[in-house]
Protein backbone atom coordinates (compact mmCIF):
# COMPACT_ATOMS: atom_id res chain seq x y z
CA UNK A 1 0.00 0.00 0.00
CA UNK A 2 1.85 3.49 -0.59
CA UNK A 3 2.02 5.40 2.49
CA UNK A 4 -0.16 8.02 2.96
CA UNK A 5 1.50 11.69 3.64
CA UNK A 6 0.57 14.54 6.06
CA UNK A 7 -2.89 15.57 6.07
CA UNK A 8 -2.03 18.50 5.02
CA UNK A 9 0.38 16.81 1.78
CA UNK A 10 -2.96 14.38 1.05
CA UNK A 11 -5.19 17.53 0.75
CA UNK A 12 -2.96 18.88 -1.70
CA UNK A 13 -2.86 15.84 -3.67
CA UNK A 14 -6.76 15.74 -4.20
CA UNK A 15 -6.86 19.10 -4.85
CA UNK A 16 -4.24 18.82 -7.37
CA UNK A 17 -6.17 15.70 -9.04
CA UNK A 18 -9.14 17.68 -8.63
CA UNK A 19 -7.76 20.42 -10.97
CA UNK A 20 -6.71 17.35 -13.96
CA UNK A 21 -9.89 15.88 -13.60
CA UNK A 22 -12.26 18.85 -14.44
CA UNK A 23 -9.69 20.17 -16.86
CA UNK A 24 -10.66 16.70 -18.43
CA UNK A 25 -14.18 17.39 -18.10
CA UNK A 26 -14.00 20.85 -19.33
CA UNK A 27 -14.73 22.04 -15.97
CA UNK A 28 -13.32 24.84 -13.87
CA UNK A 29 -11.85 23.33 -10.21
CA UNK A 30 -13.76 25.84 -7.96
CA UNK A 31 -17.19 23.93 -9.64
CA UNK A 32 -16.37 21.00 -7.34
CA UNK A 33 -16.39 21.27 -3.84
CA UNK A 34 -14.18 19.42 -1.44
CA UNK A 35 -15.68 17.98 1.76
CA UNK A 36 -13.56 16.27 4.24
CA UNK A 37 -15.49 13.30 5.69
CA UNK A 38 -14.26 12.85 9.66
CA UNK A 39 -15.55 9.71 10.63
CA UNK A 40 -13.74 8.62 13.68
CA UNK A 41 -11.72 11.44 13.60
CA UNK A 42 -10.52 13.64 16.32
CA UNK A 43 -11.14 17.50 16.69
CA UNK A 44 -7.39 17.94 15.85
CA UNK A 45 -6.99 15.50 12.75
CA UNK A 46 -10.37 17.73 11.65
CA UNK A 47 -8.76 21.32 12.31
CA UNK A 48 -5.33 20.17 10.85
CA UNK A 49 -7.48 19.03 7.23
CA UNK A 50 -9.02 23.17 7.75
CA UNK A 51 -5.33 24.76 8.63
CA UNK A 52 -4.58 23.01 4.66
CA UNK A 53 -7.54 24.90 3.14
CA UNK A 54 -10.89 22.47 4.05
CA UNK A 55 -13.53 24.20 4.40
CA UNK A 56 -16.64 22.02 4.60
CA UNK A 57 -16.76 19.01 6.56
CA UNK A 58 -18.99 16.08 6.44
CA UNK A 59 -20.14 13.68 9.65
CA UNK A 60 -21.95 10.03 9.37
CA UNK A 61 -23.25 10.23 13.12
CA UNK A 62 -25.16 12.41 14.94
CA UNK A 63 -23.04 11.79 18.18
CA UNK A 64 -19.93 12.80 16.48
CA UNK A 65 -21.27 16.27 15.39
CA UNK A 66 -22.42 16.72 18.97
CA UNK A 67 -18.97 15.98 20.50
CA UNK A 68 -16.93 17.57 18.09
CA UNK A 69 -19.09 20.82 17.53
CA UNK A 70 -17.31 23.36 19.78
CA UNK A 71 -13.47 22.04 19.25
CA UNK A 72 -13.57 22.32 15.69
CA UNK A 73 -12.19 25.51 13.92
CA UNK A 74 -14.97 27.36 12.01
CA UNK A 75 -15.72 25.30 9.06
CA UNK A 76 -19.59 24.32 7.22
CA UNK A 77 -20.97 21.17 8.73
CA UNK A 78 -22.77 18.40 6.23
CA UNK A 79 -24.73 14.96 7.55
CA UNK A 80 -23.80 12.76 5.01
CA UNK A 81 -24.70 9.86 6.71
CA UNK A 82 -28.24 7.97 7.83
CA UNK A 83 -30.35 10.23 9.77
CA UNK A 84 -32.98 9.12 12.34
CA UNK A 85 -35.96 11.10 12.92
CA UNK A 86 -35.35 10.81 16.63
CA UNK A 87 -31.72 13.08 15.77
CA UNK A 88 -32.71 15.50 13.46
CA UNK A 89 -33.11 17.80 17.13
CA UNK A 90 -29.72 17.65 17.72
CA UNK A 91 -28.01 19.00 14.63
CA UNK A 92 -31.03 21.40 13.18
CA UNK A 93 -29.29 24.27 14.28
CA UNK A 94 -25.49 22.95 13.50
CA UNK A 95 -24.94 21.59 10.14
CA UNK A 96 -25.49 23.44 6.57
CA UNK A 97 -26.62 20.86 4.54
CA UNK A 98 -28.23 17.17 4.92
CA UNK A 99 -27.26 14.59 1.90
CA UNK A 100 -29.15 12.05 3.04
CA UNK A 101 -32.80 12.49 2.92
CA UNK A 102 -34.23 9.82 2.05
CA UNK A 103 -38.09 9.23 3.37
CA UNK A 104 -41.06 11.50 3.98
CA UNK A 105 -41.13 10.73 7.09
CA UNK A 106 -37.52 12.05 7.67
CA UNK A 107 -38.85 15.33 5.94
CA UNK A 108 -41.33 15.82 7.79
CA UNK A 109 -39.16 16.06 11.41
CA UNK A 110 -36.38 18.31 9.14
CA UNK A 111 -39.39 20.74 8.26
CA UNK A 112 -40.74 20.43 11.80
CA UNK A 113 -37.44 21.17 13.78
CA UNK A 114 -36.53 23.86 11.32
CA UNK A 115 -39.37 25.95 11.66
CA UNK A 116 -38.92 25.89 15.53
CA UNK A 117 -35.68 26.95 14.77
CA UNK A 118 -36.54 29.67 12.61
CA UNK A 119 -34.63 28.53 9.68
CA UNK A 120 -35.15 26.89 6.61
CA UNK A 121 -32.88 23.87 6.52
CA UNK A 122 -30.82 22.82 2.77
CA UNK A 123 -31.60 18.59 1.71
CA UNK A 124 -30.48 16.69 -1.00
CA UNK A 125 -31.89 13.75 -1.87
CA UNK A 126 -30.28 10.79 -1.69
CA UNK A 127 -30.52 8.14 -4.36
CA UNK A 128 -29.78 4.33 -3.84
CA UNK A 129 -29.00 3.91 -8.08
CA UNK A 130 -27.79 0.61 -8.09
CA UNK A 131 -30.45 -0.81 -5.38
CA UNK A 132 -28.15 -2.27 -3.09
CA UNK A 133 -29.85 -3.77 0.19
CA UNK A 134 -27.19 -3.04 2.19
CA UNK A 135 -27.40 0.88 1.31
CA UNK A 136 -30.39 3.71 2.06
CA UNK A 137 -31.45 5.67 -0.31
CA UNK A 138 -34.37 6.01 -2.75
CA UNK A 139 -34.88 4.44 -6.05
CA UNK A 140 -34.70 6.88 -9.01
CA UNK A 141 -38.29 6.04 -10.07
CA UNK A 142 -39.26 6.81 -6.07
CA UNK A 143 -37.87 10.40 -6.80
CA UNK A 144 -40.26 12.61 -7.97
CA UNK A 145 -43.20 11.66 -5.62
CA UNK A 146 -40.92 12.18 -2.55
CA UNK A 147 -40.05 15.74 -4.30
CA UNK A 148 -43.71 16.49 -4.82
CA UNK A 149 -44.28 15.48 -1.35
CA UNK A 150 -41.87 17.86 -0.03
CA UNK A 151 -42.97 20.46 -1.95
CA UNK A 152 -46.67 20.18 -0.93
CA UNK A 153 -46.35 19.62 2.94
CA UNK A 154 -42.65 21.04 3.89
CA UNK A 155 -42.14 25.00 4.17
CA UNK A 156 -38.86 25.43 6.18
CA UNK A 157 -37.34 22.74 3.72
CA UNK A 158 -35.08 23.87 0.23
CA UNK A 159 -33.94 20.92 -1.87
CA UNK A 160 -30.78 21.55 -3.21
CA UNK A 161 -30.16 18.59 -5.06
CA UNK A 162 -29.50 14.63 -5.34
CA UNK A 163 -26.64 12.48 -3.04
CA UNK A 164 -25.64 9.02 -4.43
CA UNK A 165 -23.06 6.48 -3.16
CA UNK A 166 -22.19 4.02 -5.55
CA UNK A 167 -21.01 0.08 -5.13
CA UNK A 168 -17.57 -0.07 -4.20
CA UNK A 169 -15.63 -1.84 -7.56
CA UNK A 170 -12.33 -2.65 -7.87
CA UNK A 171 -12.12 -0.59 -11.01
CA UNK A 172 -14.09 3.14 -10.50
CA UNK A 173 -14.98 2.94 -14.09
CA UNK A 174 -17.71 0.33 -13.54
CA UNK A 175 -20.21 2.43 -11.05
CA UNK A 176 -20.01 5.48 -14.11
CA UNK A 177 -23.27 4.35 -14.69
CA UNK A 178 -24.55 4.74 -11.66
CA UNK A 179 -23.18 8.32 -11.50
CA UNK A 180 -24.58 8.77 -15.01
CA UNK A 181 -28.36 7.81 -14.17
CA UNK A 182 -28.26 10.22 -10.67
CA UNK A 183 -27.00 12.79 -12.75
CA UNK A 184 -29.46 12.46 -15.71
CA UNK A 185 -32.20 12.52 -12.55
CA UNK A 186 -30.65 15.50 -11.49
CA UNK A 187 -30.45 17.24 -15.13
CA UNK A 188 -34.24 17.49 -15.11
CA UNK A 189 -34.63 19.19 -11.85
CA UNK A 190 -32.12 22.01 -12.96
CA UNK A 191 -34.06 24.42 -14.50
CA UNK A 192 -37.25 24.12 -12.02
CA UNK A 193 -35.69 26.34 -9.74
CA UNK A 194 -38.46 27.71 -6.72
CA UNK A 195 -37.99 29.18 -3.71
CA UNK A 196 -38.31 25.38 -2.20
CA UNK A 197 -36.36 23.48 -5.14
CA UNK A 198 -33.09 24.91 -6.07
CA UNK A 199 -31.02 22.23 -6.98
CA UNK A 200 -26.92 23.34 -7.63
CA UNK A 201 -25.58 20.39 -5.58
CA UNK A 202 -24.89 16.89 -6.94
CA UNK A 203 -23.27 14.99 -4.32
CA UNK A 204 -21.05 11.93 -5.85
CA UNK A 205 -17.32 10.41 -5.22
CA UNK A 206 -15.96 9.22 -2.50
CA UNK A 207 -11.87 8.79 -2.20
CA UNK A 208 -11.64 5.57 -4.53
CA UNK A 209 -13.95 7.01 -7.20
CA UNK A 210 -14.28 10.99 -7.39
CA UNK A 211 -12.43 10.86 -10.49
CA UNK A 212 -15.25 9.45 -12.46
CA UNK A 213 -18.24 11.27 -10.00
CA UNK A 214 -16.50 14.30 -11.30
CA UNK A 215 -16.83 12.94 -14.79
CA UNK A 216 -19.96 12.65 -14.81
CA UNK A 217 -21.22 15.57 -12.65
CA UNK A 218 -20.52 15.80 -9.37
CA UNK A 219 -19.77 19.17 -7.81
CA UNK A 220 -19.61 17.68 -3.96
CA UNK A 221 -16.96 14.86 -3.38
CA UNK A 222 -16.96 13.26 -0.36
CA UNK A 223 -13.03 12.07 0.63
CA UNK A 224 -11.89 10.67 3.70
CA UNK A 225 -9.71 7.74 3.56
CA UNK A 226 -7.58 9.45 1.13
CA UNK A 227 -7.36 12.55 3.39
CA UNK A 228 -7.40 10.91 6.88
CA UNK A 229 -6.12 7.23 5.84
CA UNK A 230 -7.62 4.45 6.90
CA UNK A 231 -10.10 4.71 9.60
CA UNK A 232 -9.80 3.29 12.93
CA UNK A 233 -12.04 0.92 14.33
CA UNK A 234 -10.56 0.30 17.80
CA UNK A 235 -12.67 2.63 19.60
CA UNK A 236 -15.77 0.74 18.72
CA UNK A 237 -17.73 3.16 16.49
Not at 136 to 143: C, K, N, R
Not at 150 to 166: F, S, T
Request: proline share 2%; glycine share 6%; hydrophobic share 35%.
Amino acid sequence: MEEMGTIRDNVEAINSKKEEVTARAGREPNEVLLIAVTKNRSADEINEAIDAGITDIGENKVQEIMDKYDKVKNVRWHMIGHLQSNKVKYIIDKVSLIHSVDSFKLAEEIDKRAAQNGTTMDILIQINAAREDSKYGITSDETEKLIEDILGYCKNIRIRGLMCVAPFEDDPEDVRVYFKEVKKLYDRYTSQTSPALDFRYLSMGMSHDFEAAIMEGSNLIRIGTAIFGERNYQNGN
